[in-house]
């Protein structure tokens, strides 16, 4: 792995030395590029050269999202080492950059009062749910990796970065493309987009969709079916109107939808715990209430599972903005408006075992938000540059959690007595609702002020005012009839507690950052920053824990209401970097080195305080540091080959968690705290690393390639609490295809994907109940298949 990670970080310096031409349509590069190979980005809400924005970004456009087969965020991750992706279940999923950003490692550890640190942007429009990123990408045009706080420009929780997704505009020339793949695993795709006038050259149209199909990866043999399948579908409309003046006026509308019978995990290993041997793993499993229970199989690159409850997710998301922008002399405005919402719910089996402790785990929810921007920026460049505006935010969440036991619940999870028998957990449910409600409203201004034609001093300020408002009540029933007070409904509460209350936040702050860039030369800038964001509290939204047994002023069980909320997060970022070009975009190669120090950063953490775990809460961790550096680079070497490369180290730690949640072998039936004051933060791993090539040849029908693409990455912490039992080793993927792009707008070609068949994990969970299983979601094998493109006119936008 380490040779890896060096062959990646050398091969872009390499590059630079070898003969090169302009390469337009290389990552990082984008189909966002102009003529002259100039890589046009929006990450500080105006139109620039991304060599000309002293930040780290990273840029993948159109073309290099279709010639590496990237459709979603978590194949993105492969294409940009800094960003880390992990979706257990789509509810559950979590991205990160630089190791910051969002704590949810594992299955049913989200939290509607805890929001990412990672903005998520689709055409200038915030998705405040994580589970909206893993939807597939429809009719792309590029994407933009920001790293470090953004909360100046960008704003709602972007203390870790943020990544800006931007859709293909409607063309004023009839076009239409369109693209099928078909592989292994029963592996479907297909994409298609139409474009062109309504009326004259003032207004046009696109329509796009897209739909994946893909068999399930893992079997159940208890039931023959196959697990954890693809079906999903996209649609995006858009009109675009154009009337003179300077004034142009974008409608938007989409919506994608997943209706997968997913999301699974099969057994990975057993950890040995400080429980009584007889409420450990091999004791249960071995046991005459389980049967001498033995998983269907221990490795978990077999692929296969017994589950025994229904399993499926269906969700969706969808909305409707407008971009409305004008020229006003000296100043461009812009104003943003979108209404947005997601769908979710899902059929899980939580035991993840053949038996049946757990029948049912979900949680139906439904989420509404409403955006308004409004900005004003500098039209011409001059010594004065600038950009400032107005934003609101509003959300509203509504969840119904329900869980039920069934008749082995009482053995598994609760310690032997002759008093409790299987009836008391055996059909023992809860049903509730929570509701959770944003306003937010900001103000903002970022400035540059060249001092000089070679530097430049940037400042910027936003204050946010933000209004949170949670509603927890959750009621349980059924099970074995219990005397309120007794020692058998003390157990039942232990399992699921009844818990009503409220939360309520009401506070403002100021982010910001201060630039100093450098124009060394035509071909090389260097900057320094320093960057200041801050993310508002958070309500706990899963349930409180509760007090132990002996808290003065307090009986056993009680909800320990100062946890009701949390703390704001502070980030501060020092950065330096330097970005190297060459004239027409010939090559490219972006250093950057950083600092970072996270003050009450926002996490998930487990209750230890019950007999067993089976919740998390949110909680503040005192100190995280990250330090780090990466580059970005690509290059034409010679008249056929193209290569990109990125490249990252990251040392993330608990600088300050000293009354941590502790590792799955460390935990007994006592309530106990672990010092992880020094250890790594879960999910980051310290060498991460991209590279990819592809040569061409001219032949008679158009132009051979050949291409291939690799990322590999070391060790994470696959949990929060740095468990040796839940890390995730480190692998190496590598894509390939091979085509023929015709002159005459239409391409051939074979693909593989995870080519050397490499096993990995690409997740894992603590089974509930802490009886040491660790279950996990095993890569998806190897996939070969065959991919046809065609494209037919379509200019761009005026």
């Known amino acids: 792995m380490r040779r890896t990670v060096l062959f990646v970080t050398a091969a872009a310096p390499l590059a630079l030395a070898c003969p090169l031409t302009a390469r337009a349509d290389e990552a990082p590069a984008a189909s966002g590029a102009t003529a002259d190979g100039t890589i046009v980005v929006t990450a500080r809400r105006r139109a620039e050269d991304a060599q000309a924005v002293p930040a780290a970004l990273s840029v993948v456009g159109a073309d290099a999202l279709a010639k ?7 194949q993105l991750s492969q294409l940009v080492p800094t960003l880390n992706y992990a979706s257990p279940n789509p509810r559950n999923t ?36 994580p589970a909206t990123t893993a939807f597939d990408f429809a009719d792309i045009e590029q994407v933009e990796v920001l790293r470090g706080p953004q909360g100046t420009l960008f704003g709602k929780n972007t203390t870790a970065g943020a990544i800006h997704i931007t859709t293909r505009q409607p063309s004023f020339s009839f076009g239409t493309e369109g693209e099928l793949s078909y592989g292994q695993q029963g592996f479907v795709q297909a994409k298609a987009a139409l474009t062109g006038p309504l009326a004259g050259e003032s207004l046009a149209f696109r329509l796009s969709g ?20 693809v079906h999903s579908d996209a649609l995006r409309g858009e009109l675009l109107f154009q009337p003179a003046g300077g004034v142009s006026l974008r409608l938007i509308a989409d919506w994608s939808n997943f209706a ?31 049967g001498g229970y033995t998983p269907p199989n221990l490795n978990p690159y077999d692929r296969k599972t017994d589950i025994d409850a229904a399993l499926g997710v269906k969700t969706s998301e969808g909305g409707v903005s407008t971009i409305a922008e004008a020229k006003l002399g000296a100043a461009n405005l812009t104003w943003v408006s979108a209404w947005r919402f997601w769908n979710w719910d899902a059929a899980n089996d939580r035991d993840y075992t053949g038996l049946p402790i757990q029948l ?9 938000q409403l955006s308004q921007e409004l900005r004003i920026a500098s039209a011409n460049p001059g010594r004065f540059d600038y950009v400032a505006g107005l934003y609101y935010f509003y959300q509203k969440i509504t969840g119904h959690p329900i869980s039920i036991y069934g008749p082995l619940a009482t053995w598994w999870l609760l310690p032997a007595s002759a008093s409790r028998t299987a009836s008391l957990l055996n059909g023992y449910q809860s049903s509730g609702t929570t ?15 060249h001092l000089t034609p070679r530097l430049t001093l940037t400042g910027g300020i936003r204050y946010t005012y933000e209004v949170k408002d949670g509603a927890y009540n959750l009621q349980t029933f059924g099970g074995q009839a219990t005397v309120a007070g007794s020692a058998l409904f003390n157990d039942q509460q232990s399992i699921l507690r009844a818990q009503s209350y409220t939360g309520h936040i009401a506070d403002g702050s100021a982010s910001g950052r201060a630039n100093l860039a450098w124009q060394i030369s035509d071909k090389a800038m260097a900057y320094a920053s320093l960057a200041r964001g801050q993310k508002s509290g958070g309500i706990n939204m899963s349930g409180l824990p509760v007090y132990p047994a002996g808290v003065a002023g307090h009986a056993s069980g009680d909800p320990i209401l100062s946890t009701v909320t949390v703390r704001p997060e502070q980030n501060t970022t020092w950065e330096a970097g330097i970005k190297l070009s060459q004239p027409g ?106 590279v990819g090539g592809e040569y061409t040849l001219a032949v008679p029908l158009g132009e051979a390639y050949l291409r291939a693409d690799m990322f590999a990455r070391t060790a994470i912490y696959g949990d929060a609490t740095d468990s040796a039992y839940t890390v995730i080793p480190g692998y190496a993927l590598v894509n ?18 995870n080519l050397f068949n490499r096993n990995y994990l690409q997740n894992v969970t603590v089974q509930a109940g802490n009886s040491g299983l660790i279950v996990g979601t095993p890569s998806d094998p190897r996939m070969m298949g065959v991919t046809l493109r065609a494209k037919i006119g379509g200019g761009q936008a005026r």
Not at 100 to 123: H, K, M, R, T
Not at 217 to 227: A, E, H, P, Y
Request: glycine share 10%.
């Open 68 to 74: 590496t087969y990237t459709v979603n965020t978590g």
């Open 94 to 129: 979590a991205y990160t950059i630089r190791g910051l950003g969002s704590s949810v490692v594992a299955i049913s550890q989200a939290n509607d009062g805890l929001e990412p640190g990672v903005g998520f942007y689709v055409d200038q429009v915030y998705h405040a749910r």
């Open 210 to 229: 897209a739909l994946t199909r893909r068999d399930g990866v893992i079997r159940n043999v208890r039931t023959g079916q196959w697990l954890n399948d």
């Open 260 to 290: 997968n019978t997913c999301c699974t995990q099969v057994y990975v290993r057993v950890a040995p715990t400080l429980k009584p041997l007889a409420q450990q793993y091999a004791a249960l499993a071995a046991g005459a209430q389980a």
């Open 360 to 368: 049912t785990q979900h949680i139906p929810s439904r989420q509404d």
């Open 435 to 449: 509701t959770f409600s944003t306003y937010s409203y900001a103000m903002f201004g970022e400035a540059s002020l």
């Open 585 to 690: 975009g010939g090559a490219t190669f972006n250093l950057s080195v950083y600092s970072t120090r996270v003050r009450d950063f926002q996490a998930n953490v487990v209750d230890n305080a019950a007999v067993i775990a089976l919740r998390s809460y949110l909680a503040n961790i005192p100190l995280v540091t990250v330090k780090g550096a990466e580059f970005d680079a690509a290059a034409r070497i010679g008249p056929h080959f193209t290569l990109r490369a990125a490249g990252s180290y990251a040392d993330g730690r608990y600088a300050s968690y000293p009354a941590a949640p502790c590792p799955i072998e460390a935990t007994g039936s006592a309530t106990v705290a672990c010092d992880l004051t020094g250890k790594g933060l879960p999910g980051l791993p310290k060498w991460s690393g991209s």
């Open 736 to 753: 390939v295809s091979l085509g023929l792009r015709a002159s005459k707008g239409w391409e051939l070609a074979l693909f593989a994907r």
